[in-house]
């Protein structure tokens, strides 16, 4: 089975502008969760989507916002970027009744 | 609020020489405990899920234990290719949500 795949792999843009990022879940789940990863706060979860429906989220502001798909293919936004905003974001997708969630690549966001 | 301490932060190993992991949680209830690998510049791959204390999981030269408070990542015999960043994440026992709450893990490096 092909794993979580993620794209674009790495992102340059500006402060102010605004980027979307993919991931690809393995086949077969349906839930699709999104972390930031940075080296001074680690992993921090971003939200959860299930179904199309955002299930949970995290305590990022409202800039930060997802969807999900029919396919369970989801994507990440984030408008206004921010210097804060650097980081590596992994998607992660776990199968109906496993808790095991499998990671990505992730994408490599730098705001200059 | 859930938090997982991880310790120490970074680990310096001679090929063979078996050493722990510690990982400290504090959660409403728990309802998994996750070790990760993670190599540089990549997403993290999963390793253990824990529900239980007294729980045991192994896998070639790593075995993960349980207790009602940390959880251990015993390395047996580590050699260089075990060089990574150990992450632990818990999994709140909170409705359907799927949020994983991380430490910010522990730097392993294995040398000759």
């Known amino acids: 089975k092909a794993g979580v795949t993620q794209t674009p792999r790495y992102l340059i843009k500006t402060r102010g502008q605004q980027v979307t990022l993919s991931c690809s879940p393995i086949?077969?789940?349906?839930?699709v969760s999104w972390y930031q990863q940075t080296p001074g706060q680690g992993l921090q979860f971003l939200f959860e989507?299930?179904?199309?429906?955002?299930?949970n989220k995290g305590n990022f502001p409202g800039r930060f916002s997802g969807r999900q798909f029919s396919n369970s293919r989801s994507e990440m936004n984030v408008s206004t970027l921010e210097l804060g905003d650097s980081a590596l974001y992994l998607c992660?997708?776990?199968?109906?009744?496993?808790?095991?969630?499998?990671f990505g690549p992730g994408t490599r966001l730098t705001v200059l | 609020e859930d938090q997982v301490t991880q310790s120490p932060e970074a680990l310096r190993l001679q090929e063979g020489e078996s050493s722990s992991l510690n990982c400290s949680y504090t959660?409403?209830?728990?309802?998994?405990l996750f070790w990760y690998r993670q190599d540089p510049g990549k997403g993290p791959e999963f390793l253990f899920t824990?529900?239980?204390a007294g729980e045991e999981k192994e896998k070639e030269r790593l075995k993960a234990t349980l207790t009602k408070k940390e959880s251990f990542l015993h390395i047996t015999a580590p050699k260089p290719e075990d060089s990574a960043t150990y992450l632990c994440?818990?999994?709140?026992?909170?409705?359907?949500?799927?949020?994983?709450?991380f430490g910010t893990g522990t730097r392993l490096q294995v040398t000759l």
């Open positions: 992660a997708s776990s199968g109906q009744g496993s808790d095991t969630q499998y």
């Open positions: 824990l529900y239980s």
């Open positions: 959660v409403s209830g728990l309802r998994g």
């Open positions: 989507y299930f179904s199309e429906t955002q299930r």
């Open positions: 994440a818990v999994q709140a026992v909170s409705g359907t949500a799927s949020k994983l709450t």
């Open positions: 086949s077969g789940h349906r839930s």
